[in-house]
């Protein structure tokens, strides 16, 4: 049955949000961005068939430990500067989940790293005030990954309801409509031309770059995602 990923978001709360903890199962050097320190979150309020991640996603109860935004700023900085880095991320599950936890976090990053993060924008759609609170930092990029170019392959991608994927649409509106640095990606495999066609004409309403900027990625292919996508 196909679920909301708001009421999702509320249940996954309880188990990965403590005060303002959350839990994460890792903390990294990695090469992306040309090098950048990584934090490993738990919990999404997606169900993406080909997430990586997806041990922790789908037991959030059992991985991770709680950190407080200090310890979590302070392993990334440390991180940082011991690969000599200059970006620094949450990556793992979707950081947006704890939202003061995330603002602090971004809060105690000093302005010479550049914070990105990388969300799939549904908490960002649903909330015009997370925008507004991502706003303030000049050290911060948002990455919007858009699970499909319709509402139609978002559902089959995600197992989410339709309605869900506007969610995505309007976290870019509410990032541009707030001057926040922000681009949206996409699987090049869930784009064909006439699905990029019809997320063109939605993005352009908010402004045609987005579209222009629009990052095309590719699907890492493990085994489970394999089954995942015989089923689309
Ligand atoms: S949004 Fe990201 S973390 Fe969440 S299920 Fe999809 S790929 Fe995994």
Avoid at 168 to 182: D, G, H, M, P, T
Avoid at 199 to 205: A, F, R, S
Wanted: proline share 3%; net charge positive; aromatic share 12%.
């Amino acid at each position: 049955m196909l679920y909301d990923a708001l009421e999702r978001t509320k249940e996954i709360r309880k188990i990965v949000c403590r005060n303002n903890e959350r839990k994460y199962y890792r903390f990294r050097a990695a090469r992306f961005y040309g090098g950048i320190a990584t934090a490993d979150c738990v919990g999404c309020n997606l169900n993406c068939f080909y997430c990586w991640s997806f041990y922790p996603r789908n037991n959030p109860e059992k991985f991770g430990k709680f950190y407080s935004p200090e310890e979590v700023a302070k392993k990334l900085i440390k991180i940082a500067e011991a690969n000599n880095y200059k970006n620094v991320r949450i990556s793992g599950n979707e950081p947006t989940i704890c939202k003061d936890h995330l603002i602090k976090i971004i809060e105690l990053i000093p302005e010479k790293f550049l914070f990105i993060l990388e969300t799939n924008g549904i908490l960002i759609g649903s909330d015009e005030e997370y925008a507004k609170a991502l706003s303030k930092f000049k050290n911060l990029h948002v990455r919007v990954s858009l699970k499909g170019a319709t509402p139609e392959i978002f559902s089959k991608i995600t197992g989410a309801m339709k309605e869900n994927f506007y969610l995505q649409i309007k976290a870019l509106e509410n990032l541009e409509k707030n001057r926040v640095s922000y681009h949206a990606a996409i699987m090049i495999e869930f784009a064909d031309n006439e699905s990029q066609e019809k997320l063109k004409k939605e993005l352009d309403k908010i402004n045609p770059k987005i579209f222009e900027n629009l990052e095309f990625e590719s699907l890492m292919i493990f085994p489970h995602i394999k089954k995942g996508l015989r089923k689309l």
